[in-house]
């Protein structure tokens, strides 16, 4: 018979494991089933793997540089159903003042990722899918600027 710290060890090995398979599967649904709702959005991925990719050959790691709306996609369906509701705990190493609230020095701050992704202020039409926003043009991602997680006030 095992000891209960060695069955509680095996329980938490077996929670981690299904959630590192779990979250990334749970993701790419995610982005499925918004592709799926959204129909034009769907074509014109489908039509961008046709061009890229074509119809004889399966997708390769090569192959996702050049999958510009793809990759716009997942970003989109990351931003609207986040694996995770919130960043790593940080840190604050000074006192800091953020929307006029006092973060004394040593305290721990996490960002909620569902409320970043949905935030009106940030975001036009948040809960919209569209990808179109992560792009710069027709062949680049854009970058998400660094400022972002501080317009949440």
Not at 29 to 50: I, R, T
Not at 87 to 106: F, Q
């Amino acid at each position: 018979m095992q000891s209960k710290d060695t069955c509680d060890l095996i329980l938490w090995l077996q929670e981690i494991m299904i959630a590192t398979v779990d979250n990334p599967s749970n993701a790419v649904e995610w982005a499925l089933a918004e592709m799926v709702n959204n129909p034009n959005v769907m074509k014109k991925a489908v039509d961008e793997l046709d061009v890229v990719v074509g119809k004889e050959r399966l997708v390769e790691e090569s192959d996702i540089q050049n999958l510009t709306y793809l990759k716009a996609c997942i970003r989109e369906a990351f931003r609207i159903h986040p694996y995770h509701p919130f960043n790593p705990p940080h840190v604050a190493i000074s006192d800091t003042i953020i929307a006029g609230y006092l973060i004394p020095k040593d305290s721990h701050v996490m960002l909620s990722r569902i409320g970043l992704g949905r935030n009106p202020r940030v975001w036009v039409n948040p809960l919209e899918f569209r990808p179109e926003r992560h792009l710069n043009n027709a062949t680049s991602v854009a970058a998400l600027p660094c400022h972002l997680a501080l317009q949440l006030q």
